[in-house]
């Protein structure tokens, strides 16, 4: 909407910000942003107009510390942080599952105690502030990280997109399971699984193929049952300049060592075979 800078800020994502932000600077606010729109320029000028910063920051934004720019992931160990700061501006990195960076401009380095699986851990009061305070994009991101059905091996985009779809509209019908204070019996894990039994149950999977039967007691039933067992005639050769019949090798001549071709076949069993004595064993004999 606004062409033209915007508070001397020509960054669409600061634009954003500063536009929703109208009316609501210099009078004292917390605004809490996630790691898309977040970035230093943008918290200095915000902290310029009374308006203090927390939530997450990408550490390929412009400014970042080397300290912590350059952290390596794999190196710390869970529960490490790192912080910096800068005036009124407080940047911490803390290992948790991933590396989490988070901005603050009304925080100090400081650790609290809070809980993990059921376990008492350590983690800065920036995350947790962070935590009680963030939108429901990093909410839903952190509830369905345990069940992601989108995967990076989806080559065609549509399908990435559907699955994300489908696997927010689950949390959607969870949370509105939760809302009743009758039915609070099941875990997230639990509904996932009663809505998938209960669409198995629904709609079950009807199959228009019959059965698989092994080829060989297909043959046998095929090949023994009194019926159209009329010879016919090869398909045409489709090779270039050919125009006769392939030839195949006779099956039954083929089971007693022997190279004889020929270029009819039953019809039903689709196997080619000689006339004759051939053929009436083939059709009559149980154990060839």
Same mark, same amino acid.
């Given at each position: 909407?606004?062409?033209?800078?915007?508070?001397?800020?020509?960054?669409?994502?600061?634009?954003?910000?500063?536009?929703?932000?109208?009316?609501?600077?210099?009078?004292?606010?917390?605004?809490?942003?996630?790691?898309?729109?977040?970035?230093?320029?943008?918290?200095?000028?915000?902290?310029?107009?009374?308006?203090?910063?927390?939530?997450?920051?990408?550490?390929?934004?412009?400014?970042?510390?080397?300290?912590?720019?350059?952290?390596?992931?794999?190196?710390?160990?869970?529960?490490?942080?790192?912080?910096?700061?800068?005036?009124?501006?407080?940047?911490?990195?803390?290992?948790?599952?991933?590396?989490?960076?988070?901005?603050?401009?009304?925080?100090?380095?400081?650790?609290?105690?809070?809980?993990?699986?059921?376990?008492?851990? @350590? =983690?800065?009061? $920036? +995350?947790?502030?962070?935590?009680?305070?963030?939108?429901? /994009?990093? %909410?839903?991101?952190? #509830?369905?990280?345990?069940?992601?059905?989108?995967?990076?091996?989806?080559?065609?985009?549509?399908?990435?997109?559907?699955?994300?779809?489908?696997?927010?509209?689950?949390?959607?019908?969870?949370?509105?399971?939760?809302?009743?204070?009758?039915?609070?019996?099941?875990?997230?894990?639990?509904?996932?699984?009663?809505?998938?039994?209960?669409?198995?149950?629904?709609?079950?999977?009807?199959?228009?193929?019959?059965?698989?039967?092994?080829?060989?007691?297909?043959?046998?039933?095929?090949?023994?049952?009194?019926?159209?067992?009329?010879?016919?005639?090869?398909?045409?050769?489709?090779?270039?300049?050919?125009?006769?019949?392939?030839?195949?090798?006779?099956?039954?001549?083929?089971? @007693? =060592?022997?190279? $004889? +071709?020929?270029?009819?076949?039953?019809?039903?069993?689709? /196997?080619? %075979?000689?006339?004759? #004595?051939?053929?009436?064993?083939?059709?009559?004999?149980?154990?060839?």
């Amino acid at each position: 909407m606004y062409p033209g800078p915007l508070h001397g800020f020509n960054d669409k994502t600061a634009k954003v910000v500063l536009q929703l932000m109208e009316g609501y600077l210099d009078t004292g606010h917390v605004l809490v942003m996630d790691n898309w729109y977040n970035q230093l320029l943008l918290t200095r000028y915000l902290k310029s107009r009374c308006t203090d910063v927390l939530g997450t920051i990408s550490r390929r934004r412009k400014g970042i510390p080397h300290a912590i720019k350059y952290l390596n992931p794999k190196q710390l160990e869970r529960g490490v942080s790192v912080g910096r700061h800068c005036g009124d501006i407080a940047l911490v990195a803390w290992k948790d599952v991933k590396l989490v960076t988070v901005l603050s401009t009304y925080h100090q380095h400081e650790m609290v105690p809070g809980r993990r699986a059921g376990q008492v851990v @350590l =983690k800065p009061t $920036v +995350v947790q502030e962070y935590n009680r305070y963030m939108g429901g /994009v990093d %909410l839903k991101d952190q #509830k369905l990280s345990m069940f992601l059905l989108e995967r990076k091996r989806n080559r065609k985009w549509y399908m990435k997109v559907f699955k994300m779809l489908l696997n927010t509209s689950l949390l959607n019908a969870f949370i509105i399971y939760l809302r009743n204070p009758m039915y609070r019996m099941y875990s997230h894990r639990q509904f996932r699984l009663k809505v998938a039994e209960g669409l198995l149950s629904r709609y079950p999977r009807v199959s228009s193929v019959p059965p698989r039967v092994p080829n060989q007691l297909q043959r046998l039933v095929l090949r023994l049952e009194p019926g159209n067992h009329f010879p016919i005639y090869t398909e045409a050769d489709s090779r270039p300049g050919k125009k006769n019949r392939k030839q195949l090798r006779c099956v039954r001549c083929t089971a @007693l =060592k022997k190279r $004889v +071709v020929v270029i009819v076949m039953c019809k039903l069993c689709q /196997v080619p %075979l000689c006339l004759g #004595k051939c053929w009436e064993d083939y059709h009559t004999v149980e154990n060839l």
